[in-house]
C-alpha cells in the first residue's frame, strides 16, 4: 500500500497566522489613532493656550486704560468746587476733553505690552445709557440700567460708569467698568483720635454720624448722636457705638487748594490783597487794596481785620468787620462777637472765640485751615446756610457753640501748638442735614462685563 504524506512548510497552522495578522493591523490601527489623537490634543491645547494668553492680554489692556481713566476722572473732580460738581458730571458726559491725558473713544496703544497689539478703548457713561446693554446691578443703588431719570447725558445721582474694552490678538476682547461716586461723609470725621464729652449734640437723622479712623471716646453720658458711633480703631463710649469700623476716605486738605474762592488775601507782610479777577472797586487783581505794614491798625477801621506781624491777622471788637471770603497767609482769630457772611481760608491755625453769628460767605464752605481750629465761647454758625470746616491738623471745639455743617479733620502731625489733640466739649451744638457736596470720589464698584 502506497502512503503519502504531508509536511508543513511554515510556523503554524493557517488560522493561526491569519489572527496574528489581524492583530498587528489593529495595533498599528489603534497606534495611528492615538497618535492622530495626541496630535488634535495638542493642537486644542495650543490654542487654549493661546486664547488663554490673549484673553489675559485683553484683560491687561483693558485694565490699563480703566485704571487710568479712573485716577484721571479723581483727580480733575477733586478740583472742582463741590458746589458745582453736579453740573460738571453732567458736562462730562457731553464732553470728555476736560479729562486730559486721557483718550475717550479711540483706541489707544498699551506701551510695553507683552502682545504689541494690545489695545483699549474707554467710554464715560451714566448708567441710564442704553450702549450698556446686559449691564446689571454693581452699586447700592439697585439697577444700574435705568434707576435715575432715563438721559444718558444727565447724572442726577453723580455716579458715573467708566468702561474699558481691552483689545488682543486673535480677535479677543474684555469689557471692564467701574463705577465712580462721591464719598458721603457724616457730621464729624477725624483721621485721628477724637474725645467727646460733656453735654455734646450733634443732630440731622442719619446725617448727623461721628466717625474716627483711631479711637473714639465718649465721655460723661450726656452726648446725644442722633447719628452713628464709629471708629476704625477702639471705641469707648456709651452702648450702640462700635469700633473696628473700615477706615473713611478723606481728602487732603490744603487751604491753597480753595484760594481761588478769596475775594481778599490779607499777606504776611501787611497788605490787603485783590484777589478778584474783576478786581475791587477801584483795586484791580492782584493791587494793594490796605497796607497796614507800617500800623497793625491801619486796615482795622474799613476791613476789620489788624495785622499782628508774626502771629498773623484778628479780628477784634475795633473797626468795622467786613463781610467776604478771605485767605490769610497766616494764623486768623476772630474774638468778637459780629454778625457777618465770612468764610476764612488760613495757612496758620483758626482761632475763633467770643459769641459771633457767622454765615458762610462762599456756598458750603466756612473755614479752611492748614493748622489746627480752635472754638470756643458762644460762636453761632448759621445751620440753614451750612458749610464745612476742613482742618489739616486738629480740632478743640467748645463752650456752648452751636455750628451748622460738617467737620473733616486731617490730622496730619501737629505743627502749631494751639491744638495737640481732636476733642469736642461742653454743651456744643453741631447740625447736619447732609446737604453739602463733595469732590472726593472713588471707585465703589466693579465689574468684568464679558
Not at 463710649?237 to 474762592?261: F, M, N, T, V
Not at 448759621?382 to 451748622?404: K, P, Y
Not at 490730622?411 to 453739602?436: F, H, M, R
Amino acid at each position: 500500500m502506497i502512503r503519502i504524506t504531508a509536511h508543513a512548510t511554515g510556523g503554524g497552522r493557517p488560522g493561526e497566522r491569519g489572527t496574528a495578522l489581524v492583530g498587528v493591523l489593529l495595533l498599528l490601527l489603534l497606534m495611528s489613532a492615538l497618535a492622530a489623537a495626541l496630535g488634535v490634543s495638542g493642537r486644542t491645547e495650543t490654542l487654549v493656550a493661546r486664547n488663554h494668553q490673549s484673553l489675559a492680554q485683553a484683560r491687561v489692556a483693558a485694565e490699563a486704560g480703566l485704571n487710568q481713566a479712573i485716577q484721571r476722572a479723581v483727580t480733575y473732580l477733586r478740583t472742582i468746587d463741590p458746589v458745582n460738581i453736579p453740573n460738571t458730571l453732567d458736562s462730562l458726559l457731553v464732553d470728555t476733553s476736560a479729562l486730559t491725558g486721557v483718550a475717550f473713544a479711540t483706541s489707544t496703544a498699551v506701551p510695553g505690552a507683552a502682545d504689541p497689539d494690545a489695545t483699549y478703548e474707554l467710554l464715560l457713561m451714566d448708567e441710564d445709557d442704553p450702549d450698556r446693554e446686559d449691564s446689571t446691578s454693581i452699586g447700592g443703588d439697585a439697577d444700574l440700567t435705568n434707576d435715575e431719570d432715563g438721559n444718558e447725558i444727565t447724572d442726577n445721582n453723580r455716579t458715573l460708569v467708566i468702561r474699558a474694552v481691552g483689545h488682543a490678538r486673535n480677535n479677543t476682547s474684555v469689557v471692564l467698568e467701574a463705577l465712580i461716586a462721591p464719598v458721603q461723609l457724616g457730621a464729624i470725621v477725624t483721621d485721628g483720635d477724637l474725645t467727646i464729652s460733656g453735654s455734646v449734640t450733634v443732630t440731622g437723622g442719619a446725617h448727623a454720624s461721628v466717625h474716627s479712623n483711631g479711637d473714639l471716646t465718649v465721655d460723661g453720658g450726656s452726648a446725644s448722636v442722633s447719628g452713628d458711633l464709629t471708629a476704625s480703631g477702639e471705641y469707648d463710649g456709651p452702648a450702640g457705638g462700635s469700633g473696628g469700623a473700615p477706615e473713611k476716605p478723606l481728602p487732603r486738605i490744603r487751604a491753597e487748594d480753595y484760594k481761588h474762592h478769596a475775594q481778599y488775601v490779607l499777606s504776611d507782610d501787611g497788605l490787603v490783597l485783590c484777589n478778584q479777577s474783576g478786581g475791587c472797586g477801584a483795586t484791580a487783581y492782584g493791587g494793594t487794596v490796605c497796607d497796614s505794614g507800617n500800623s497793625g491798625n491801619d486796615c482795622r477801621g474799613a476791613y476789620g481785620w489788624q495785622f499782628d506781624g508774626p502771629d498773623g491777622w484778628s479780628m477784634g471788637s475795633a473797626g468795622t468787620p467786613l463781610s467776604g471770603t478771605f485767605y490769610v497767609e497766616g494764623a486768623a482769630r476772630i474774638s468778637s462777637s459780629p454778625t457777618l457772611a465770612i468764610t476764612l481760608i488760613a495757612e496758620g491755625s483758626i482761632d475763633i472765640s467770643g459769641s459771633p453769628v457767622l454765615t458762610a460767605h462762599t456756598d458750603e464752605l466756612l473755614f479752611v485751615t492748614d493748622g489746627d481750629l480752635d472754638i470756643s465761647g458762644g460762636v453761632d454758625t448759621d445751620v440753614v446756610a451750612q458749610g464745612q470746616m476742613l482742618v489739616h491738623e486738629q480740632i478743640s471745639i467748645s463752650g456752648n457753640a452751636t455750628l451748622g455743617g460738617q467737620l473733616v479733620v486731617e490730622d496730619a502731625a501737629s505743627v502749631d501748638p494751639l491744638v495737640e489733640n481732636n476733642s469736642i466739649s461742653g454743651s456744643v451744638t453741631i447740625d447736619y442735614n447732609g446737604t453739602l457736596g463733595t469732590n472726593l470720589f472713588f471707585v465703589t464698584a466693579w465689574r468684568e462685563v464679558r
